[in-house]
């Protein structure tokens, strides 16, 4: 059974980093874009960065210059480096990938930024 693990959310002062991890694991024959959305209270969820198994990256604007996305293909595994984290950024993070031609989603990890 495919599923996608998240870990690296905690609760972090206005300015400082963060960074997410996501591993994908089960039976992988394929495994394509993977990408990072958010979901604060009230609101929709928004994607945050993607990344294709190429490498090629796309971001929201919000977090142009802050965040980056990466991934190690050996490792079924991606990341986000968040950096000058903002109050704004408060949201569950949710990892989401292409495996096997079908979309998966993690179960979410809570980021908190302090003003």
């Known amino acids: 059974q495919v599923q996608l693990v998240e870990s690296g959310g905690g609760l972090v002062q206005a300015g400082g980093s963060l960074r997410l991890s996501c591993a994908a694991s089960g039976w992988i024959f394929s495994l394509n874009a993977m990408g990072w959305y958010r979901q604060a209270p009230g609101k929709q969820r928004e994607l945050v960065a993607g990344?294709?198994?190429?490498?090629?990256?796309n971001y929201a604007e919000s977090v142009l210059g802050r965040f980056t996305i990466s991934r190690d293909n050996a490792k079924n595994t991606v990341y986000l480096q968040m950096n000058s984290l903002k109050p704004e950024d408060t949201a569950v993070y949710y990892c989401n990938a292409d495996i096997n031609r079908r979309n998966f989603w993690g179960q979410g990890t809570q980021v908190t930024v302090s003003s």
């Open positions: 990344i294709t198994n190429s490498g090629s990256t």
